[in-house]
């Protein structure tokens, strides 16, 4: 069974520039949630997709935002990039949203802004 | 708002020792909590989940205590191995568990000396 894929990897952008960041989460899982890892700030949540829906949202600008397809598959976007948002980004896949559902995480996509 | 921490942030044993990963939370109102590492670079894995009306849960030299009330989680590992060396985050769930929005602690960096 897959496990969930998170695309690019690695990517480097510049001040200013947009990115999206892409997840795939394990086959039958509809719920898909997004995760931003920082040395000084640690693991913090952005926001939670569920059956096309946003579930929850941290507390992150609206710069970053996402969405999820009837595939599950998800999305998360960041614009006017800025230093500050160089980071890990996590993406993780649960089969139910809230509850007893466990979550899996994705190697993840490793974002430097310059 | 739920603050997660643990102790030590870094720990260094040798090999085939048994050890105590400390997770405290400052709000007992916890849906579970779930214990997973990292290694360098890379995503999370989950390693076990403990639901708030459980008191321990196991997998293989893995064991893992949850005292809700006082908001305290432990993970041991016993027979410590060279492949155990990684980074252990705890995470809880809070109530009411409506979302996949966990709260991490800053994980204590292991490692495991041949």
């Known amino acids: 069974k897959a496990g969930v894929t998170q695309t690019p990897r690695y990517l480097i952008k510049t001040r200013g520039q947009q990115v999206t960041l892409s997840c795939s989460p394990i086959?039958?899982?509809?719920?898909v949630s997004w995760y931003q890892q920082t040395p000084g700030q640690g693991l913090q949540f952005l926001f939670e997709?569920?059956?096309?829906?946003?579930?929850n949202k941290g507390n992150f600008p609206g710069r970053f935002s996402g969405r999820q397809f009837s595939n599950s598959r998800s999305e998360m976007n960041v614009s006017t990039l800025e230093l500050g948002d160089s980071a890990l980004y996590l993406c993780?896949?649960?089969?139910?949203?809230?509850?007893?559902?466990?979550?899996?995480f994705g190697e993840g996509s490793r974002l430097t802004v310059l | 708002k739920q603050e997660v921490t643990q102790i030590p942030a870094a720990l260094s044993v040798p090999e085939g020792e048994n050890l105590v990963l400390n997770c405290s939370f400052t709000d007992s109102a916890i849906y579970n909590l779930q214990w997973f590492r990292q290694d360098p670079g890379k995503g999370l894995t989950s390693l076990l989940l403990?639901?708030?009306?459980?008191r321990e849960q196991t997998s293989g030299r893995l064991n893992a205590s949850l005292d809700k009330s006082s908001g305290r989680s432990t993970l041991y590992i016993a027979a410590s191995q060279p492949g155990d060396s990684a980074t252990y985050l705890c995470?809880?769930?809070?109530?009411?568990?409506?979302?996949?929005?966990?709260?991490f602690g800053t994980g204590t960096r292991l490692t495991v000396i041949p």
């Open positions: 995470a809880v769930r809070p109530l009411p568990a409506g979302a996949n929005n966990l709260f």
């Open positions: 993780a896949s649960s089969l139910v949203s809230g509850g007893t559902g466990e979550l899996f």
């Open positions: 086959s039958g899982h509809r719920s």
């Open positions: 403990i639901q708030s009306s459980q």
């Open positions: 997709y569920f059956s096309e829906t946003q579930r």
